[in-house]
């Protein structure tokens, strides 16, 4: 089988990184969504707990259960609000607070510009009084950025906007709740940080998605993966490889079959523009569901251990290198 390796030294490295912008570890949400961005929720919450982290954030009800025990506090980002002694839920829409169970710990997510989840600027006070009313708790408000990758005013405006989210919150009379909006780009281009905590997933993962003209802080990819030979054989001069036969040998060559294809969550690509490993090798032809050639004769080759590289290759972002790889290909730590 295919496999990958978490290593936890740079992972410590891009977390220590992270407490240089923050001043403090106990301000990091390490953000575990989607499979910890296909790293492996379970293997990165031992890691961060061990760390010293206390919150993680997660994607639903089911991702939570599973690190419940590594951690103080869990928000969740999208699930109906429940009772919990360790889960807050985050309030998406005026429907979200009507639909929450009585004693729900919430976060109030504001639409500061991003458009896509939160309450409105105009209703604000609305929902406080609602969340009041339907007996929730009230532990933090947020919002998130559309632009913090970007070079550009964007990022300030929406952070004046959530400042004046701030003010009419504490006039409202909440004097205690938490308030965050950081990502990882806000995080790595901040100079003076001074909110609760911030979420970050990408930066932890080893990736500055910040373009070349900032100051940038060096990150270390955390994720490698590995594919095994299933079997090698020699192509003379003009035979050719996989469906299609799109790769045609231009000399004699021995090339081995490895076990990772589009099944695993490996991108299928074009096999016109052929995929670099980590090595340097060339896919040879299509990827296959299960498997794909090199001109290899290795047991074990490594096919991509830095997956902004790897995006660029296909033209998406790191995130989705890494959050496509399937669940069932074996992690472990290094
Ligand atoms: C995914 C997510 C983050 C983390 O973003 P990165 O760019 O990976 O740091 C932070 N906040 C929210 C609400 C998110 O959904």
New binding site residues.
């Given amino acids: 089988m295919a496999f990958i390796k978490i290593n936890k030294q740079n992972f410590y490295h891009n977390l220590n990184q992270i407490v240089l912008q923050t001043g403090s570890v106990d301000k990091i949400a390490i ?1 575990l ?1 989607d499979n910890a ?1 296909g790293h492996g929720l379970e293997h990165i919450a031992t890691l961060a707990s061990e760390f010293g982290i206390t919150y993680a ?1 997660v994607r639903d009800h089911i991702e939570a259960a599973q690190i419940e025990a590594y951690f103080q506090t869990i928000i969740v ?1 999208n699930d109906t609000a429940r009772k919990h002694s360790k889960c807050t839920y985050v309030i998406n829409s005026i429907e979200a607070i009507n639909n929450a169970e009585k004693g729900a710990k919430v976060e109030l997510k504001i639409d500061t510009g991003m458009h896509r989840n939160g309450i409105t600027m105009h209703s604000l006070e609305d929902a406080l009084e609602k969340i009041e009313k339907q007996g929730l708790k009230l532990v933090g408000v ?1 919002t ?1 950025y559309r632009s913090a990758d970007v070079l550009s005013s964007e990022l300030f405006w929406q952070q004046k906007q959530f400042e004046e989210v701030k003010q009419r919150v504490k006039k409202a009379g909440y004097t205690t709740v938490r308030f965050h909006s950081y ?3 806000a995080t790595l281009r901040t100079k003076h940080f001074n909110e609760d905590l911030v ?5 932890a993962y080893g990736y500055n ?1 910040l373009p070349d003209s900032f100051d940038k802080i060096a990150l270390k990819p955390v994720l490698s993966l590995y594919a095994k030979k299933i079997s090698t054989r020699t192509l003379a001069q003009g035979q050719c490889v996989g469906y299609g036969g799109d790769f045609i040998a231009p000399k004699t060559m021995r090339v081995s079959t490895y076990d990772l294809g589009y099944g695993d969550g490996w991108c299928r690509g074009d096999s016109n523009q052929p995929f670099l490993t980590a090595e340097n090798l060339p896919i040879l032809g299509r990827v296959s569901m299960d498997s794909l050639s090199l001109e290899s004769e290795q047991e074990k080759v490594c096919i991509m251990n830095n997956a902004q590289n790897a995006a660029k290759q296909w033209g998406t972002i790191s ?1 989705e290198v890494t959050t496509a790889l399937s669940k069932d290909i074996q992690r472990e730590i290094i």
């Fill in positions: 953000v969504k961005y954030v980002l947020m998130h990502n990882s780009a979420r970050v997933g990408i930066g998605e995130y």
